[in-house]
Each structure stands twice: as structure tokens, then as C-alpha cells.
């Protein structure tokens, strides 16, 4: 399997435009995770799913973050409008459990 | 909630050295998972090392090993004869047994190593 892959690597965008985060989760895993780091709050979880269902999206910020999973192999986080305040690295994460989170290479936003 | 706590933001060895990270932890529950991520400048979370809490013997990976307290909650990282490119943070994680709440990470430690 190639492991969890994220795209775009890096995104600089301008403030007010809209961002779409794809990820691609490993096959057979029944959970995926969104998660956002930054140096100030470190590693946050913003949403997770398991079996492609939301279970908690608590750690979305504000309701201009939503994320969707359509199917087992696809999931997507937006952010619409951006705000500099969003410019963080957002991580993609999946697992069966029991051998822990597997994290993509994560995603530089930049919003300036 | 689930909480994890790293005392030590940053570390620093000799190469070739041991050292151990600290990691507690506070749950309520009894089925659980422990981890230790690696995320070097690259950025990419690495899975280090893994630990169910069902079991008592410690895991070991290689020159990675922990201690595992269970009735402390304390779970520590230690990496033998260290080289420079385990220079990283180092990530604790907890996550309960049915994966609700998701993984639960510490704050890191920045390990340093010194050739």
C-alpha cells in the first residue's frame, strides 16, 4: 500500500478564497482523521470518521471548516472563506486501531 | 476526556547515548492504545513504536522501547545508542480501544542529537 496520501503538498492562497484538502486514506482502514497543526496549539483533531460516517466534529474551529468523505478511498476538508489565521499544516490520519494512525505528508496551507 | 502530558520540551545527548522521554497520561478507561510518533523537520509523522494496554510486556522496536506503568499512567520512550538522525519531536499518543475521540497527542518533545 502506498500509505495515507494528502494533495496539495503546500497551498498559498489569498485570504477570502476558498481551499479544498484531498486525502486518500489506506485501503481496509475504517477510520480516518483530520488533524491541524501549529506551533502555538501544537496537533489538534478536527474531525474523524469511521466507516466513512462524521462520529466528531467538535474540533472544527468555525463553520467555515466542513469535511465530507463520499467513500472508503476519498475524503476532503474545506475551508471557505480563508483566513490567515487558518494557515497551519493539516494532517490526514487512518487506522484499523490496533496498528496505530498512519498520517499522510501533510498539507502547508498559507493564507495570506 | 483523555490527556496526555510531556514534561520535557526539549532534549539533548550525545550520539551513541540512551535517553528516555517522559509521557503521562490520564484516562478512565481500561481498553487503550499507546504510541509514540516521530516527526523529524520533514514533517512527516512517523509511527515509532505501539503499546496495548491490555499488555504488560513492554514493546520493542530495534534500539525503540518503552516502559509501560500501567497503574502510573506512565508511558516512557527510550532509544538506545542514539544517532543523528533521530534528532525530532517526539509525539505520545493515547487512543481508547473502539478509536472514539480519535488519537489524543502530548505536546512534544524536541530531541536533539549532538554528534
Known amino acids: 500500500d502506498a500509505g495515507v496520501i494528502q494533495s496539495p503538498r503546500h497551498e498559498v492562497t489569498e485570504m477570502g478564497q476558498e481551499v479544498t484538502l484531498r486525502c486518500k486514506p489506506i485501503?481496509?482502514?475504517?477510520?480516518l482523521f483530520w488533524y491541524r497543526q501549529t506551533m502555538m496549539r501544537g496537533l489538534e483533531l478536527l474531525i474523524y470518521?469511521?466507516?466513512?460516517?462524521?462520529?466528531?466534529d467538535s474540533g472544527m474551529p468555525e463553520d467555515r471548516f466542513s469535511a465530507k468523505m463520499p467513500n472508503a478511498s476519498f475524503s476532503t476538508l474545506k475551508i471557505q472563506p480563508s483566513e490567515p489565521r487558518d494557515s497551519a499544516v493539516y494532517f490526514c490520519?487512518?487506522?484499523?486501531?490496533?496498528?496505530?494512525?498512519?498520517f499522510g505528508q501533510g498539507t502547508r496551507l498559507t493564507v495570506v | 476526556a483523555q490527556t496526555v502530558t510531556q514534561s520535557q520540551p526539549e532534549m539533548s545527548v550525545q550520539e551513541a547515548e540512551t535517553v528516555t522521554l517522559s509521557c503521562t497520561y490520564d484516562t478512565s478507561e481500561n481498553n487503550y492504545y499507546l504510541f509514540w510518533y516521530k516527526q523529524p523537520p520533514s514533517r512527516q509523522m512517523i509511527l515509532v513504536i505501539r503499546q496495548e494496554a491490555y499488555k504488560q510486556q513492554n514493546a520493542t522496536e530495534n534500539r525503540f522501547s518503552v516502559n509501560f506503568q500501567k497503574a502510573a499512567k506512565s508511558f516512557s520512550l527510550k532509544i538506545s545508542d542514539s544517532q543523528l538522525g533521530d534528532t525530532a519531536m517526539y509525539f505520545c499518543?493515547?487512543?481508547?480501544?473502539?478509536?472514539?475521540?480519535?488519537?489524543?497527542f502530548g505536546k512534544g518533545t524536541h530531541l536533539i542529537i549532538q554528534p
Open positions: 490520519a487512518s487506522t484499523n486501531r490496533p496498528t496505530g494512525a498512519f
Open positions: 499518543a493515547f487512543m481508547l480501544g473502539g478509536g472514539a475521540d480519535g488519537l489524543t
Open positions: 470518521f469511521n466507516n466513512n460516517v462524521p462520529i466528531d
Open positions: 485501503s481496509g482502514h475504517d477510520y
